[in-house]
């Protein structure tokens, strides 16, 4: 978790649910639209978000417990970019090779 996630989390409790369009035009979220897109597309794989429709989202229960110090994020699924992100997603069998380094 980093300071834009409590932050989106907090707008989207405050409001009852939010778009990252929305967000990336307040004043407090100096961040591009796909940057708090992307957070809030690991904030749903973490369960503190979930999508309404399309790219809307509202706060889950364990989003609330987490604003209110109940649950700490630590325990909750990590958010890699592989298994949030389908860009990242490489083909079944693929294998980089060796890597090797120049010094």
Known sequence: MIQLDERILEYVESQGWAMPSMLARERQFPEYEGVISDR????????FLDPIHGEMYDIT???RLYLQGEIDAAHQPYAKASAV??????????????IRFKL
């Open 85 to 98: 992100f389908e860009r990242w997603d490489f083909p079944p069998g693929w294998d980089p090779g060796p």
């Open 61 to 63: 229960a364990e989003g």
């Open 40 to 47: 809030c597309k690991r904030l749903h794989y973490c369960g």
